[in-house]
């Protein structure tokens, strides 16, 4: 990989052909990231949704047990 670094680094090229590289290095660099980000919360509990919806207004009220 370090060879078609180098490589990279010495291939003359004008300003359209390095602002392709670069952008295609932006991009796989923050694609890679959000798949990390995404593959790293796999198998873990969904934290409780928190806000209205989840409280006694909202409608996820437990019912009464009668003993």
Known sequence: M???????????MD???FLKHVGAGF????GIAA????LNGV????????GYGSSTYGGNKKPRQTS
């Open 43 to 50: 198998g873990q509990p969904s934290r409780p949704s928190v």
């Open 35 to 38: 798949l990390l980000k995404t």
């Open 15 to 17: 300003r359209k052909a």
């Open 27 to 30: 991009i796989a660099l923050t």
């Open 2 to 12: 370090k060879n078609e670094i180098d490589s990279l680094l010495q291939k003359e």
